[in-house]
């Protein structure tokens, strides 16, 4: 498989697929042979823990942003593993399990030799962003009692003396006529405010909380690699 540098550049974290189509898991790292050809891509399956199996890119294509690898599945999650986040070249140990295991045969060393050019590999660095689950903090309700002054109306009634004065008509055979002291009482009555307390429930009060998504600024330094070319005015090409 003769891949672009832009195809090579969009492998990682693509999803890698079997000959069946069934997801295999998600390319982690890319080899090149002695000329700079991709050859070999290790493969993140989940189920190997910090270790990526190899898969081969001969005979592999890219589809839809997907890599599909002509192996099934079982094949590439048996295959010889490296470390996740090495940065090691393959050696020729690796290489043999590798080649046997995927039934290939290796390149002889007339194969691996360099084309007579004279090149470097620019490299930089990438920006993965992701998120992570952490606490922030504890939300609490607590109930507490507190006074408040109240002020209202209530109508009270109450007794109101008053004295009339009647004539006494003549012939009146009720009336007396004796002359001395003499006293007479009537009760009276008053209402008074009546203050009493109940308690009644009012209200229930619950936590609930919801997802909300923002976006947040995320700013970092990278590294990338710059070539500059030191070519003799003589041989320089003219455009």
């Not at 199996?53 to 599945?73: I, V």
């Not at 290796?106 to 084309?115: F, G, L, W």
């Not at 470097?120 to 952490?134: A, D, F, I, L």
Request: net charge negative; aromatic share 2%; glycine share 6%.
């Amino acid at each position: 498989m003769r891949l672009t540098e832009q195809q090579i550049r969009s492998l990682y974290g693509q999803d890698v697929q079997d000959r069946s189509g069934a997801k295999v898991g998600s390319v982690g790292q890319v080899w090149a042979d002695a000329v700079g050809e991709p050859t070999w891509v290790s493969v993140k399956t989940g189920v190997m823990g910090h270790h990526e199996s190899m898969a081969p890119l001969d005979g592999a294509r890219m589809e839809q942003s997907k890599l599909l690898l002509p192996y099934d599945k079982a094949t590439v999650r048996s295959a010889p593993s490296v470390e996740t986040g090495t940065d090691e070249p393959l050696d020729a140990d690796q290489l043999n399990q590798l080649y046997a295991h995927y039934q290939l045969q290796q390149p002889s060393p007339a194969d691996r030799q360099p084309a007579d050019r004279s090149e470097v590999t620019r490299s930089e660095e990438r920006m993965r962003v992701g998120t992570r689950s952490e606490p922030a903090g504890m939300a609490k309700l607590t109930k507490h009692v507190v006074t408040e002054d109240v002020h209202t109306t209530v109508p009270v009634e109450h007794d109101e003396v008053r004295v009339e004065h009647e004539p006494v008509a003549a012939g009146d055979r009720g009336a007396r006529a004796d002359i001395g002291d003499e006293q007479r009482e009537m009760q009276l009555r008053a209402e008074r405010p009546v203050v009493s307390k109940e308690q009644v429930p009012v209200e229930r009060v619950h936590l609930t909380k919801d997802e909300v998504v923002e976006d947040q600024p995320v700013d970092e330094r990278l590294r990338r690699e710059q070539v500059d070319a030191n070519v003799p005015e003589p041989a320089r090409r003219r455009r």
